[in-house]
């Protein structure tokens, strides 16, 4: 198909030549505008066989091609809007899972907080409970040493009062119900000084 086509083409390229080259051999001049009814045929016949061959070779190719090319571009376009769709789909999806992760987030993060202001109050009040705890108990300490400290210095005043009264009256009080007699009237005189 091609050869015949190169062919056609190269005969079509010789044909004015061998015209010019006949009119030049007849010797005769040629007027510019008068016309030239052989030429005129002879273009003619050329033009249409030209045509005729490039209409039946050249241009139904030519112009499957240019459709093919026109459907490949239209199917490149509706594709390329197909995907531009899907990625702003897909991107919207995506922003919105950002948005409900990040709102996640900081629900975590206030829930987060919460329970450390929680923990922070309880530890603040066990801290107050120990601390009360521990001073009730240092009280009840010092109260028990204070009164074993007061039991002890009527112990000893006791034994200094009898001491003093046994110089005193020569004799030796050491017997319990003279002891017995003495811790009442020192428990008399404690309690009046701490009821008064």
């Given at each position: 198909m091609r050869s015949s086509l190169i062919r056609s083409l190269a005969i079509l390229?010789?044909?004015?030549?061998?015209?010019?080259?006949?009119?030049?051999?007849?010797?005769?001049?040629?007027v510019f505008m008068q016309p030239d009814t052989g030429l005129m045929f002879w273009t003619l016949v050329i033009f249409v066989v030209l045509l005729f061959i490039l209409s039946k070779f050249a241009f139904g190719p030519l112009t499957k091609a240019v459709a093919d090319r026109e459907r490949a571009l239209q199917d490149a376009i509706d594709k390329a809007n197909a995907d531009r769709e899907a990625a702003a789909r897909l991107l919207q999806?995506?922003?919105?899972?950002?948005?409900?992760?990040?709102?996640?987030?900081?629900?975590?993060?206030?829930?987060?907080?919460?329970?450390?202001?929680?923990?922070?109050?309880?530890?603040?009040?066990?801290?107050?409970?120990?601390?009360?705890?521990?001073?009730?108990?240092?009280?009840?300490?010092?109260?028990a040493e204070k009164e074993r400290a007061i039991a002890q210095l009527r112990r000893e005043a006791v034994d200094l009062a009898l001491a003093g009264a046994s110089k005193v009256v020569e004799q030796n009080l050491e017997s319990a119900k003279n002891r017995q007699i003495v811790e009442s009237y020192l428990s008399s005189i404690g309690t009046l000084k701490v009821g008064q």
């Open positions: 390229s010789l044909a004015p030549a061998s015209l010019f080259a006949q009119e030049a051999e007849g010797g005769g001049t040629r999806e995506h922003q919105l899972k950002i948005e409900a992760a990040r709102d996640e987030a900081q629900k975590f993060i206030a829930e987060g907080r919460a329970v450390a202001e929680k923990m922070r109050a309880d530890m603040i009040e066990q801290t107050r409970k120990e601390q009360q705890d521990i001073l009730e108990r240092a009280r009840r300490d010092i109260d």
